[in-house]
């Protein structure tokens, strides 16, 4: 059965920095592409990255790129995602997801895709 459990959530004050991990079961991290995903009640769900199974190549969305970082420990099954500079704006619950892929420009689940529990991320000062 596959799983995937978040931590590392909280607040955070701007600009500061947070690390969120995903340890998953039922699956080796370098079989699935893992991606995350934040979503602010009220409003549409955003991917904003992800990591390949074949090499570990990682992708961003444009709301984050150049600020957080995504990347994966295959000895644990755990993949992490470092947000520094963090704004207002990322305050999210933040899901952890296997597979994903890019389509258009847009991270999408699979349609069998696992989802964690969720974990809240809030940047207030």
């Known amino acids: 059965q596959v799983q995937l459990v978040e931590s590392g959530g909280g607040l955070v004050q701007p600009g500061g920095s947070l690390r969120l991990s995903c340890a998953a079961s039922?699956?080796?991290?370098?079989?699935?592409?893992i991606g995350w995903f934040r979503q602010v009640a009220g409003k549409e769900r955003e991917g904003v990255s992800s990591i390949s199974s074949s090499d570990g190549s990682t992708y961003y969305a444009d709301s984050v790129k150049g600020r957080f970082a995504i990347s994966r420990d295959i000895v644990k099954n755990t993949v992490y995602f470092q947000m520094n500079r963090l704004k207002p704006e990322d305050t999210a619950v933040y899901y952890c997801?296997?597979?994903?892929?890019?389509?258009?420009?847009?991270?999408?689940?699979?349609?069998?895709?696992?989802w964690g529990q969720g974990i809240q991320v809030t940047v207030s000062s």
């Open positions: 997801v296997a597979p994903v892929e890019w389509y258009g420009g847009h991270l999408r689940a699979a349609d069998f895709a696992s």
């Open positions: 039922g699956f080796t991290s370098d079989y699935y592409a």
